[in-house]
């Protein structure tokens, strides 16, 4: 396969659209992912780096739609499966016992294509029902949001190849997933799935969302800079309660970023509350 032929020039170029637009940063070592993408998207469209430059400057919906191609899409069920164990042990108890509105709002920000977000509801369903309380008689708003229509199409859809639901425990692909076409693809069953919501949304600007007890943006902030760091982290402050709590990845840190999230230690981890 020949190499692409990109100047310097209209790489930074691309680069600098892609920044201004989601926040996620392509230059030095991972400067060859953006090559590889750009040079995929110039065989699928059968054009070349200039022309799709300038299509992507003029067609807003052509410019989405390259983002999209350009993000990092690796998720997984129970992802750092700790952090759902700190969310049934100690988050959720107390939260619940202190909330006289019956009102939990969580949001599963930069979701990609759902099993976050789906591992989360599962998450509180097991907590109501295992304590004994009425999932009913609560108002609980559990949402998944991205920047990639594709990942939101497939959290929507919620049919998931079998090796995705290998990792969860099989007690609970009984009870909360369908398999099809001979077990080759499972799908979250309507229990789950009415408990989530997925939409679009940039997380460089406000959600318009607010009062969110609980943020998971997990593995997001690995892709931008500080400056978009700091902006994406405002974005999700001004959304949270006080006293809500954020979860970032494992190989994240707030620390000398931004310290209006404190670190607080819990038995299986450090997640960080609003200030
Ligand atoms: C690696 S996935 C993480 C998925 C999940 N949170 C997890 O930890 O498994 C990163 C996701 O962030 C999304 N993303 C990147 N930039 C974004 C932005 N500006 N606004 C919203 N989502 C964004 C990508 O589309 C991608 O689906």
New binding site residues.
């Given amino acids: 396969m020949p190499a692409l032929e990109i100047s310097e020039d209209i790489l930074a170029q691309y680069a600098d659209i892609v920044y201004k637009n989601?926040?996620?940063i392509f230059k030095d070592s991972n400067a060859a992912v953006l090559i590889s993408r750009i040079s995929s998207k110039m065989k699928e469209k059968n054009s070349d780096v200039k022309t799709y430059l300038e299509q992507l400057k003029t067609d807003k919906n052509e410019l989405l739609s390259f983002i999209d191609f350009v993000?990092?899409?690796?998720?997984?069920f129970f992802?750092n499966q700790r952090h759902f164990e700190l969310l049934d042990e100690s988050i959720l108890p107390g939260l619940i016992n202190s909330k006289y509105s019956r009102q939990l709002k969580i949001w599963?920000a930069?979701?990609?294509t759902g099993?976050?977000t789906y591992s989360i509801a599962i998450t509180v369903k097991e907590f109501f029902e295992k304590n004994h309380i009425d999932l009913a008689s609560w108002d609980i708003k559990i949402m998944g949001?991205?920047?990639?229509l594709e990942?939101l199409f497939i959290a929507k859809e919620a049919k998931y190849p079998d090796r995705s639901v290998q990792k969860i425990p099989p007690a609970y692909i009984q009870k909360y997933f369908t398999p099809l076409e001979d077990g080759k693809y499972y799908i979250v069953k309507d229990e789950i799935k009415k408990m989530v919501k997925f939409d679009f949304?940039?997380?460089?600007y406000g959600s318009g969302i607010d009062a969110i007890d609980i943020t998971?943006c997990?593995?997001?902030l690995i892709?931008f800079d500080e400056d978009i760091q700091k902006k994406v982290l405002t974005q999700i402050y001004n959304s949270t309660n006080d006293n809500g709590f954020l979860f970032i990845?494992h190989s994240e840190s707030l620390v000398g970023l931004f310290d209006k999230f404190k670190p607080t230690s819990f038995e299986k981890g450090i997640i960080y509350v609003k200030q």
């Fill in positions: 989601s926040g996620i993000t990092t899409n690796f998720t997984s992802r599963s930069g979701c990609s099993e976050e949001s991205d920047i990639s990942s949304h940039n997380l460089m998971f997990r593995n997001v892709y990845g």
